[in-house]
């Protein structure tokens, strides 16, 4: 029943900015622990930005500064605002939902990869 939709991959330059949305099913979201990771080629998946549903955010060194994470409660979408993009950013870029309805539950999305040229 409940799914995540991306979209805003694609190639930049590096330096440039993209913006990433994921659109969630559900009346469950504005509840939800949102939260977006990427997973290069022969790396382990990582976070990259997270939200609560109060609206904290949270992000490791390497994108501090660069990215933000936001959500739109009325449109069930998070999105993620990346800004002076490097090469070392190039991922495929996972949102996933995490909220709790009688018992936990975890939803990820497809994937959309952003690739950075240097």
């Known amino acids: 029943q409940v799914q995540l939709v991306e979209s805003g991959g694609g190639l930049v330059q590096a330096g440039g900015s993209l913006r990433l949305s994921c659109a969630a099913s559900?009346?469950?979201?504005?509840?939800?622990?949102m939260g977006w990771y990427r997973q290069a080629p022969g790396k382990q998946r990582e976070l990259v930005a997270a939200i609560t549903s109060g609206g904290d955010t949270n992000y490791p060194d390497s994108v501090k500064g660069r990215f933000t994470i936001s959500r739109d409660n009325a449109k069930n979408t998070v999105y993620l605002q990346m800004n002076s993009l490097k090469a070392e950013d190039t991922a495929v870029y996972y949102c996933?939902?995490?909220?709790?309805?009688?018992?936990?539950?975890?939803?990820w999305g497809q994937g959309t990869l952003v690739t950075v040229s240097s």
């Open positions: 559900g009346s469950i979201f504005s509840s939800s622990f």
């Open positions: 996933k939902m995490s909220y709790r309805l009688g018992r936990y539950f975890e939803v």
